[in-house]
């Protein structure tokens, strides 16, 4: 299955692209290079890649805005590629989006393997819904996990909801704000916290043995069930 699995490489510096491609396709990738930012959305809508690898500094069009573009349409694994690990925590307070980040100097072999590892979790989370650990029911508000029916507030629902929607990705305390306001309420970072802490005490009771949700410092939530 992996070996079928098509790499976007999106990188500008000819060295960098062909030894990424070199490794990949050692470890049986198909590969696609670009050198332009602009062409990259206008390819993936056409092609839909498995995975894309992203520098951030490119001609034509900018990493940030090709991955905003991408995941207003496309929920596929985007890594992003950068020059300087201070980036890494800028992108990450941006919430472009990507589902991780790899600082240049890199090693290709390391590189390989965030691919791979991404490529298995994208997979997981991409099974067919009767599959997924976690079930949603938006006319009663009712989640069930595991098949059992997580007893959660609306609030808590929505959250949940939200995070679920996006595994693996940190959500922001705004972002699950906005979540929120379909409620048409008014909800405070503050309250988000102890909803979410509310939450995670309900599923660490439905499955002690697993860490469905995890605190960011400093950036938000994230669910994970890989
Ligand atoms: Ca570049």
């Given at each position: 299955m992996t070996a079928a699995a098509h790499i976007l490489v999106v990188e500008d510096e000819p060295k960098l692209a062909t030894l990424l491609r070199d490794y990949l396709e050692r470890d049986g990738y198909r590969t696609t290079m670009l050198h332009d930012g602009a062409a990259v959305v206008a390819w993936v809508r056409q092609h839909a890649p498995d995975l894309v690898l992203l520098d951030l500094l490119l001609p034509g069009k900018d990493g940030l805005s090709i991955c905003r573009e991408l995941r207003s349409f496309s929920e596929l694994p985007i890594i992003m590629v950068t020059a300087r690990v201070e980036e890494i925590d800028r992108l990450l307070g941006l919430e472009i989006g990507a589902d991780d980040y790899i600082c240049k100097p890199f090693s290709p072999r390391e590189v390989v393997a965030r691919v791979r590892a991404l490529l298995r979790r994208a997979r997981v989370n991409a099974g067919p819904a009767t599959e997924r650990p976690l079930q949603f029911d938006d006319d009663r508000f009712e989640a069930r996990l595991?098949?059992?029916?997580?007893?959660?507030?609306?609030?808590?629902?929505?959250?949940?909801?939200?995070?679920?929607?996006?595994?693996?990705?940190?959500?922001?305390?705004?972002?699950?704000?906005?979540?929120?306001?379909?409620?048409?309420?008014?909800?405070?970072?503050?309250?988000?916290?102890?909803?979410?802490?509310?939450?995670?005490?309900?599923?660490?009771?439905?499955?002690?043995?697993?860490?469905?949700?995890s605190s960011i410092y400093g950036l938000g939530y994230k669910l994970d069930w890989s």
């Amino acid at each position: 299955m992996t070996a079928a699995a098509h790499i976007l490489v999106v990188e500008d510096e000819p060295k960098l692209a062909t030894l990424l491609r070199d490794y990949l396709e050692r470890d049986g990738y198909r590969t696609t290079m670009l050198h332009d930012g602009a062409a990259v959305v206008a390819w993936v809508r056409q092609h839909a890649p498995d995975l894309v690898l992203l520098d951030l500094l490119l001609p034509g069009k900018d990493g940030l805005s090709i991955c905003r573009e991408l995941r207003s349409f496309s929920e596929l694994p985007i890594i992003m590629v950068t020059a300087r690990v201070e980036e890494i925590d800028r992108l990450l307070g941006l919430e472009i989006g990507a589902d991780d980040y790899i600082c240049k100097p890199f090693s290709p072999r390391e590189v390989v393997a965030r691919v791979r590892a991404l490529l298995r979790r994208a997979r997981v989370n991409a099974g067919p819904a009767t599959e997924r650990p976690l079930q949603f029911d938006d006319d009663r508000f009712e989640a069930r996990l595991h098949g059992k029916p997580l007893p959660l507030t609306r609030v808590e629902y929505r959250l949940l909801r939200a995070l679920a929607e996006h595994p693996g990705h940190v959500l922001s305390r705004n972002q699950l704000m906005n979540s929120l306001y379909l409620d048409h309420r008014v909800v405070s970072d503050r309250t988000v916290d102890s909803h979410v802490k509310n939450l995670r005490r309900k599923l660490t009771e439905a499955v002690p043995d697993q860490d469905l949700l995890s605190s960011i410092y400093g950036l938000g939530y994230k669910l994970d069930w890989s």
